[in-house]
């Protein structure tokens, strides 16, 4: 695997390093060691999948407040996504910053989520299928949101009239901690 730094402090992608021959390729996506090697949470709880039937579908922006915080490792095993991750950690150098990475079932990245980042995706295509692994076990009285159009964080979506649940619509705007 390659741990690929991105702008936001202590989020990554993951590349595969497949070994093909013939037959196809062999690739590991998941390694307890080479995570802690990197200093990342490599605890898993829990995982996941999120199926969308629909095109420009926009599910986020979640994610768990203390002492429930979580790691996630998503990818898209079907379709294509633009995946989103803000940093809501205020003591950190990226705080407020966001990023978007595309994930497909054809360039086989990851995205690795840290702790206090709020998470999310717009479907990209019909069908997608995205899969989650997690650090903790879900905590529904501790799930949490920012919105997905929230000005202040100016996140740039492709598609601008997304399919949203009533739940991501209920967020209140973003407030800065004081």
């Known amino acids: 695997m390659k741990f690929v730094e991105t702008p936001l402090q202590g989020a990554y992608i993951i590349e595969l390093e497949p070994v093909e021959d013939e037959r196809g390729f062999f690739a590991r996506s998941w390694c307890q060691d080479e995570f802690r ?10 995982c996941s999948i999120s199926f969308n039937k629909k095109r420009g579908t926009l599910r986020g922006m979640h994610y768990q407040t203390k002492p429930y915080e979580e ?3 998503v990818r898209c ?3 294509a996504v633009y995946d989103v991750m803000i940093d809501l950690r205020p003591d950190s150098a990226t705080f407020e910053r966001w990023l978007a990475v595309e994930l497909s079932s054809e360039n086989r990245k990851a995205l690795y989520v840290p702790e206090g ?6 479907t990209l ?14 905590k529904p009285e501790y799930a949490a949101g920012v919105r997905w159009d929230d000005p202040a964080f100016g996140i ?6 997304p399919i949203v649940s009533g739940r991501d619509l209920s967020y209140a705007p973003f407030k800065r901690p004081c």
């Open 117 to 122: 980042f709020a998470h999310g995706f717009q």
């Open 156 to 161: 740039t979506w492709p598609m601008v009239r």
């Open 37 to 46: 090697a990197h200093g990342l949470n490599a605890k898993l709880a829990q």
């Open 71 to 73: 790691v996630k490792l």
């Open 125 to 138: 295509v019909d069908d997608v299928e995205m899969f989650y692994q997690i650090s903790g076990s879900y």
């Open 77 to 79: 095993t079907r379709g």
